[in-house]
């Protein structure tokens, strides 16, 4: 695996305030990482810093094995090879969209193939091409976006770095327009770093998922890790809603409500389990000898889901539940909880 981007020990901070503290992140090539964390993590801050618009205070980047930041100076940012889409797009405004696409190309629109590759471009972010002679000021927000992402695509660059691309889109075409520029970025073998402020765009588009806060990374890694593995409560929060249950370690097993669990190295004392909704499955009880784990004693209906919350018999806390509304329980009814898969069990002490 080669590394495209590597950052070490990446530090920043702005009025003595700390906002990128000790980043290391390495991206292979070809391959999308996503960074997700609340506002004013540094997200935007790494991407600058990485595209050459604000240099460290300490740590290095490398992009390609060549040294571009770090104590011996810096690479200008037009000498990197490194496209970089701000948050705000920033188009030139005197510029039609297809004047502004083709100057990602350096090329005019007088040549047959430039006019040809720029519709192309604007296929590739769901643009329709009667919007060509527009200026950025007779545009939407999203449209805007989807003109700088085009202009920053026609590059082609080894390197692409995108702050909230989608974040003006609305649900449907943020997942259209993410699929194809993911399909554009990976079959021109272009590394990506995208920064998203949307949890599932994050775990659907990477092959990478770097969750931030407070200028650190708290977990790097796939997103089947970091979702279904997190190895703190922040990014399991952060990631998606969360069960947590008091357990009782001994000898690398659970106890908890749900019964006797593998609780891997967890040493042995109180702890607690971290269960996803939707790993918890509610059946209705039909034997009468059988008292159920608890009752359901409310049902949200969200169409192909429904959160159900279920009161444990012992006056415990109640527990959620994220089950598909066909055949799903009712309220009153009582019910005994499956779990699928493995829990994730955190020592009561740290996380
Ligand atoms: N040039 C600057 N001068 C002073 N403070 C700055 C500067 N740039 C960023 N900051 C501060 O650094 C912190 C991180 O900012 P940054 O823009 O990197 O956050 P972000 O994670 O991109 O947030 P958002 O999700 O809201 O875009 C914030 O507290 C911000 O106010
Ligand atoms: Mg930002």
Redesign the pocket.
Known sequence: MNIQLQTRSLTKS??A?T?LDHLDLDIAEGSITAVV??????????L?IIAGF?TPDSGTVTLAGRRVAGPDGSVAPHRRGVGYVA?DGALFPHLTVAQNVAYGLNAGLRHRAVRERVAELLRTVSLDESLAGRRPSELSGGQQQRVALARALARRPALMLL??PFSSLDTGLRATTRKAVARTLSEAGVTTLL?T?DQEEALSIADQVAV?SG?RFTQVGTPQAVYLRPTSRFTAEFLGDCVFLPCTVRDGVADSLLGRLPAGPVPDGPATMLLRPEQLQASVVTDVSDAGLGTVVDAEFLGPDVLLTIEPAGGAAPITVRQHSFGCPGVHTKVNIELLGTPVIFEDSGA
């Open positions: 702005f009025n305030i906002v964390g609340p506002s004013g993590c540094g997200k935007t801050t790494l600058r604000d948050q702050d909230e920064v402020h931030m200028g």
